[in-house]
């Protein structure tokens, strides 16, 4: 597993996203969020059903994030943080699991998207996914966005990042 983290690494990376490597344990979470968050104002939490469940109250707790925002909050909010569904060594995409309450919105529309991916939740390639061997057959039952680096566009010439979706991409590789 420690390759393909590795490679996970290197390729998200090179696609503009940060990684933080952190262990996977709700203080060690909470100082790197802590840490990421500061002085971000508002924050979004979308589901982390991925990642160890006592991660929750952690996520809940930030300071700025708002429980159950309103259409306007979402609008503004600086940041959003969802669990990813699985990494993808092959191109050091996340691929996030779209369905429950705010994941879309914290995924998609904040300037920084936090991701929190659990190490064991890598796999190689993005077909992967789709095999009933792998993650449990997950993959095949789900609506999955795949993310590879923040939002980018060079539609109109020179490449621009952020103009239809997070600015950044922060990855916190749980270890």
Do not use: W, Y
């Given at each position: 597993m420690s390759e393909l983290t590795d490679i996970f690494e290197t390729n998200a990376r090179?696609?503009?996203?940060?990684?933080?490597?952190?262990?996977?344990?709700?203080g060690a979470v909470r100082q790197a969020l802590e840490?990421?968050?500061?002085?971000?104002?508002?924050?979004?939490?979308?589901?982390?059903?991925?990642?160890?469940?006592?991660?929750?109250?952690v996520l809940r707790e930030l300071p700025g994030v708002i429980l159950k925002p309103a259409d306007?909050?979402?609008?503004?909010?600086?940041?959003?943080?969802?669990?990813?569904?699985?990494?993808?060594?092959s191109s050091g995409s996340v691929c996030v699991a779209l369905g429950p309450p705010l994941t879309a919105a914290a995924s998609l529309l904040m300037p920084l998207h936090i991701v929190l991916l659990p190490a064991e939740r890598v796999v190689?390639?993005?077909?992967?996914?789709?095999?009933?061997?792998?993650?449990?057959?997950?993959?095949?039952?789900?609506?999955?966005?795949?993310?590879?680096?923040?939002?980018a566009t060079a539609d109109m010439g020179p490449l621009v990042r952020g103009v239809h979706g997070p600015h950044r991409l922060h990855i916190l590789l749980l270890e």
């Open positions: 090179e696609a503009a996203a940060s990684v933080e490597r952190c262990r996977h344990a709700p840490r990421v968050t500061q002085k971000m104002g508002r924050i979004v939490v979308g589901a982390a059903e991925f990642v160890d469940p006592r991660l929750a109250d306007e909050q979402l609008a503004t909010a600086n940041a959003g943080i969802t669990g990813a569904f699985a990494g993808i060594a190689a390639r993005p077909r992967d996914l789709f095999e009933e061997a792998c993650l449990g057959g997950e993959g095949l039952r789900r609506n999955l966005v795949f993310i590879t680096g923040p939002s």
